[in-house]
């Protein structure tokens, strides 16, 4: 079991009921922590490499908060 793993214990593209822009944050935070484990190789500032993994994370963390809360608070009303 790796750690990429053990942090998506499933993957985002097989659930068809996930929204596209979550897939696509997902997406990209794989990319991002792609670039944080071959920084060194490719002679990558580590901080820039970090930044773009945290913002890329936040990003994730808030569209599953959002889908979260629309499932716990659907509208009372759609137009």
């Known amino acids: 079991m790796t750690y990429h793993s053990l942090e998506h214990p499933f993957r985002p593209d097989e659930d068809p009921d996930m929204p596209p822009e979550l897939r696509e944050a997902f997406r990209r935070w794989g990319r991002a922590s ?28 808030q569209l599953i908060e959002d889908m979260e809360d629309l499932e716990r608070n659907p509208p009372l009303f759609t137009l």
């Open 34 to 61: 792609n670039a944080l484990r071959l920084y060194k190789r490719r002679g990558w500032a580590l901080s820039s490499v970090q930044l773009a993994f945290d913002r890329e994370r936040a990003v994730v963390m």
